[in-house]
């Protein structure tokens, strides 16, 4: 989802020739130009790979919303040297995003270890967020979800609103009568004067926010909005009657404040517009809510109540509980806003987005501030005897990734609307999607079900990981609990695969197809031979050294947990270096390596006898990188592992 913000400099200074691309990318990072500055930094890390580099790398990433650019690129930075805590904390949040549930769990669970003190509510909203997002994905709620694929595009299409016979929406999209779009012209030089492209957002790379309309036919077209702004409009709420409309928008003012840094940077506010429908079929002059502050906080999102009279609101304004919080305001007599009302019961130390009232007394809303699947959630508050009761819609209303701006169209006989998000596997960014509960008898879900077990004993094995893909476009993964029971919702006359698999121990592996009843399958894993090598994924190590880091403790965490499920198991931990150094020092650095993980797996109350560490050096290269043979990082790295080995 996008938080609109637009951010420029004045500067004096003249960029230098010599200057280093390090340097262009932190003053694009610092006007918010992430498209940008994530291709200036991924230039500067191939020249020298730093901490710093992969840090902001990550960050950008995560601006844009890159889920698996980001969880890489914060995994690399805790490689290096001197990687705080703080990176640990992100990259168990990117994992989250990733559908990664059980091993963000252990990240969270190693930071809240590392730093201790932290808040038990701050605790509670991290791992009970990843329990939850597994349940609620094994138990999905029975409802219809679409892609509207004649509205979206590859572009972003988000926020879609009922108005007349068609919906109104917000748009990055180029229309092919739009011409004043087309130049993307970026902002390369930091010259007095250099305000933002007129047609390019450089936070993203793309153009601005526009409001767009869809007919019944599908067909687009600009909404005929007078916003006098050549930036970013974001989502409408229109009066029942449809003659006022309230929106929000980001513009150039003439009186906008800069900071006093070297680059002079100014940053613009959201702020909230309206304007009537005119008799003539035009739009009045949008009027300025008087709550605006495009110096100080941003107003967006906002809904009108079908009195007209009352508007919900969401702010960072001074004096709110977390970032954005949700407001209510009432129009007086003689037009007039009555002071913003802080909705503290809604709110928490999070971002709240896009309102939208059924009732009085029922809301829908978005929220990162509270247990859910990973970004924005949608939640459903009802009001009833003074208090507000809230509840998350559950799988797949929500996903890891943001879910956001639902609305509803029909309720006699048909539980339908819209919801936008970014989920994997859409058109573009963000996409509009249509619900429908009141079809879904005619899509009924089947089931695939069943245990996963240790062929050897016939015990049911906990922590495994069962991943499931079809033809319909699903994709899921699920981590056993005790019993080894794993659970997936299906559709008839489909086909599948699933794949069930355990450190230490060999992949299982099934297709099938579906008719109209529910399906067994379970998995019977066993045991990798003695004496064969598997491969611990993820398992890295700082340059020269040999200590353990954070994001290696969580892979050696789950042989731990095998080692003690097994106490008879005997095992080997062999580290592996690439080819690059003099063969003895190698030798001697994986030792170290081995060292240091079989110590951390005895700390966690492993008995050393039953683990040995063992280093080889580069005597066992998987490919042709020997002494002297020219070879890319990625194939080195192929021969930089550790293997665990059972010996008994």
Known sequence: MKYIYIAFLMSFAVVSKGQYI?????????????????????????KKETLYTAKQLA???????????????????????????DLLLAYAKALQNNSKYTEAKAAYQQYIQKVGNIPIANQDLWLKS?????????????????????INTN???????????????????VLPDNDTQKNKKGILRFDKGNYPDRNYYSWTGENYLKLLYAGKDHQISS??????????????????????????LTRIAKDLT????????????????????????????PVAFPYNNINAYSVGDPFLMEDGNTLYFVSDMPGGKGGLDIYKTIRNNDGTWSKPENIEALNTSGDERTPYFLSEDVLYFSTN????????????AVHRNGTWQIQNMGYPYNTPQDDFAFSVEKLTGAWSGYFSSNRMKGKGSDDIYSFNEAIVPVLQYIYVKGIVYDERTRKPLNNAQVKITGADGLEKNITTDETGYYKFPIQENSNYNLKAKKTLFNEGDTTFTTTNKSIDKDFFLSLIPVNKSFKVQNIYYDFDKDNIRPDAAIELDKLVAILKEYPEMKVELGSHTDSRGPDIYNLDLSQRRARSAVNYIISKGVN???????????TQLVNKCVNGVKCTPEEHQLNRRTEIKILE
Request: include cysteine.
């Open 369 to 380: 501030g509270r247990i859910g699947m990973g970004d924005l959630d949608i939640y459903k």
């Open 59 to 85: 960050i950008s990433s995560e601006k844009n919303k890159e889920y698996e650019e980001t969880e890489k690129w914060y995994a690399k930075a805790l490689t290096f040297p001197d990687a705080g805590t």
């Open 155 to 173: 572009y972003t299409e988000y926020g879609a609103v009922k108005y007349k016979d068609g919906l109104v929406f917000v748009s990055d999209r």
């Open 258 to 285: 800069f900071d006093k840094t070297k680059l002079r940077i100014g940053t613009v506010n959201v702020e909230i517009y309206s304007a009537r429908l005119q008799d003539d079929g035009t739009w009045t002059k």
């Open 223 to 248: 909404f005929p909005l007078n916003t006098e702004t050549d930036y970013h409009i974001g989502m409408p709420t229109f009066s029942k009657d449809g003659k006022e409309v309230f929106f929000s």
């Open 22 to 46: 390090l340097n262009q990318a932190d003053k694009q990072f610092k006007l918010y130009q992430y498209a940008k500055a994530k291709t200036l930094y991924e230039q500067a890390f191939k």
């Open 130 to 150: 990843c329990d939850s997002a597994l349940l609620w994905m094994a138990n999905p709620k029975k409802v219809n979800i679409e892609n509207i694929t004649a």
């Open 608 to 618: 050393k006898n039953r683990i040995t560490a063992k280093g080889y050096g580069e």
